[in-house]
């Protein structure tokens, strides 16, 4: 059975566990109330027949009204008292009910994304070592010629820079989290550093078209290696999500009191009810065409971490016509 599966199963399970349990402890307290109720009453009852024993209701009419009136009065603030605490009851179990639900479902779904994740990443891992060591025991065993040599030696370039690439986002995501990151806050040129992650970007990717529009000296304070990260993330998520004829364009420019940088794509865009789910940790979309592509779920989640130790706003709208625009707007 999938892992998946399995832990649908198990919440499935759970739910139901839940909701008998739940409708358990209302009919008790339902039981509760009706069992007072009918002490109440029957204590009402006994007291007016000792009444009646006592006293005669025409002799005495006027004691006999009042004290009438007392067991009556009694009756009643029992069963408001009864009713009240009921209500009490009733209404911290919801509570306590709807907290316990939320909690379970939000453990299961954290677990169910931290499985895909460590799936994700054993493929990740497992796909670039595959490939170099492959590439090695071809060059090992047979005598190429340099041209050849060079072809594998560049594939396996690539597959180490990925390799690179997705070991720096977990280090630097466990690190940011458990806060063993120490922050440079230094003065850098952002717009040096966007044209080396471009620059970068086009001798991995040869086949892909990068368009910038570049505002020179464009100087803030941050960390170099968390806003390449930044900027790597943003135009990796657009090279993957995006047809390899279509361009990737990034743009930066500075105004009084703010810097944004933009990554725009012409993929197939993002929904509007998950423009801000992408931020989370783990989380994928989850159409097939998604499914189908690399990734761990944790690259925009850094890239929110990231822009938010900046004092910097990311967000993304759709790209007219279609795709998608990642921007951070930085505060100066």
């Keep these: 059975m999938p892992i998946n599966d399995a832990v649908k199963k198990k919440l499935r399970r759970a739910t139901i566990l839940y909701w008998m349990l739940l409708i358990y402890i209302i009919a008790a307290l339902v039981w509760w109330f009706i069992t007072l109720e009918k002490q109440n009453l029957a204590t009402k009852q006994l007291q007016t027949a000792q009444l009646n024993s006592r006293m005669d209701p025409v002799k005495e009419q006027e004691k006999y009204s009042s004290e009438m009136a007392g067991i009556y009065k009694e009756y009643r603030r029992n069963r408001a008292k009864y009713a009240g605490e009921g209500i009490v009851f009733l209404l911290l179990i919801l509570v306590g009910a709807s907290f316990v639900y939320r909690s379970v479902r939000r453990q299961f779904h954290i677990q169910l994304q931290q499985q895909n994740f460590l799936m994700a990443v054993t493929h990740e891992l497992k796909t670039p070592i595959s490939v170099i060591k492959l590439n090695l025991e071809t060059i090992q065993k047979y005598s190429l010629d340099a041209e050849k040599q060079k072809k594998l030696m560049a594939v396996m370039l690539k597959e180490t820079s990925r390799l ?169």
């Design 164 to 332: 690179n690439f997705l070991t720096n986002n977990i280090l630097v995501a466990s690190q940011l989290e458990g806060g063993g990151y120490k922050f440079s806050d230094e003065e850098l040129d952002l717009s040096d550093l966007l044209k080396d992650c471009i620059q970068d970007f086009r001798a991995r990717f040869p086949e892909r078209e990068f368009r910038s529009q570049i505002e020179p000296d464009v100087d803030i304070k941050g960390d170099a290696l968390l806003l390449q990260m930044l900027i790597n993330n943003l135009l990796e998520n657009a090279v993957k999500y995006s047809p390899r004829e279509t361009p990737v364009t990034a743009l930066l420019k500075k105004d009084n009191h703010t810097v944004k940088l933009q990554v725009i794509d012409e993929g197939q865009g993002i929904a509007d009810e998950e423009k801000k789910k992408v931020f989370s940790k783990f989380y994928r979309i989850g159409n097939e065409a998604t499914r189908k592509t690399q990734g761990t779920g944790l690259g925009l989640y850094l890239c929110s971490k990231i822009a938010l130790d900046h004092n910097a706003d990311i967000s993304v709208t759709n790209n007219i016509p279609h795709g998608s625009n990642f921007a951070v707007t930085f505060n100066l």
